[in-house]
T-cell receptor, first 117, second 113 residues
Framework: GAVVSQHPSRVICKSGTSVKIECRSL??????MFWYRQFPKQSLMLMAT?????????EQGVEKDKFLINHASLTLSTLTVTSAHPEDSSFYIC?????????????FGDGTRLSIL | SQELEQSPQSLIVQEGKNLTINCTSS?????LYWYKQKYGEGLIFLMM?????EEKSHEKITAKLDEKKQQSSLHITASQPSHAGIYLC?????????????FGGGTRLMVKP
């Protein structure tokens, strides 16, 4: 079945550090990938839609200069949290759609837990 | 924008008991997805419903979409500790899988042995 790999699974770093999270579709091509954020005991909130070969579309309230998204190939999207601060600590999850199939569910990565000290 | 409301927000049941989780939409649902999330992990796809009145089952989990396509329910029969986790319903923004998902607030399920 379709697999989405997310890396790293956990990051602990100092305030001011930039952190890059990778989302890869392992056995399918993904024209579109989505980045979600989840705070403790809350649901997933969409941050941005990552489109291969074009600029990402950000949801209202999400700073595009803070959360840089690059979707350079059909199997890889990256989210970079620039100059991270403690309030950026959260669980980040990506998902991807298989461009070869319509009406199929999105496939989710296992998430990245980001902790900023 | 579409909003999904889940109930209950949390649930504690004794092993072997049945339970139901509801997901209500503010707009017509064209694609409704149920996912399960273990604490601090990614999402596991359970079922997708598209047609009014549709019902799907997988092992001891059954999901239904009502005729008006504005409400879905997830029913677990004879619950087990392995069913514990967070259940999320999600809806496609424009009616199919080709768009981002809006999620309900989640239902946290605990099953007591």
């Amino acid at each position: 079945g379709a697999v989405v790999s997310q890396h790293p699974s956990r990051v602990i770093c100092k305030s001011g550090t930039s952190v890059k999270i990778e989302c890869r579709s392992l056995d399918f091509q993904a024209t579109t990938m989505f980045w979600y954020r989840q705070f403790p005991k809350q649901s997933l909130m969409l941050m941005a839609t990552s489109n291969e070969g074009s600029k990402a579309t950000y949801e209202q309230g999400v700073e595009k200069d803070k959360f840089l998204i690059n979707h350079a190939s059909l199997t890889l999207s990256t989210l970079t949290v620039t100059s991270a601060h403690p309030e950026d600590s959260s669980f980040y999850i990506c998902s991807a759609e298989d461009r070869g199939y319509s009406n199929q569910p999105q496939h989710f990565g296992d998430g990245t837990r980001l902790s900023i000290l | 924008s579409q909003e999904l409301e889940q109930s209950p927000q949390s649930l504690i049941v004794q092993e072997g008991k049945n339970l139901t989780i509801n997901c209500t939409s503010s707009k017509t649902l064209y694609g409704l997805y149920w996912y399960k999330q273990k604490y601090g992990e990614g999402l596991i796809f359970l079922m997708m419903l598209q047609k009014g009145g549709e019902e799907k089952s997988h092992e001891k989990i059954t999901a239904k979409l009502d005729e008006k396509k504005q409400q879905s329910s997830l029913h677990i029969t004879a619950s087990q500790p392995s069913h514990a986790g967070i259940y999320l319903c999600g809806a496609g923004a424009l009616g199919n899988a080709g768009n981002m998902l809006t999620f309900g607030g989640g239902t946290r399920l605990m099953v007591k042995p």
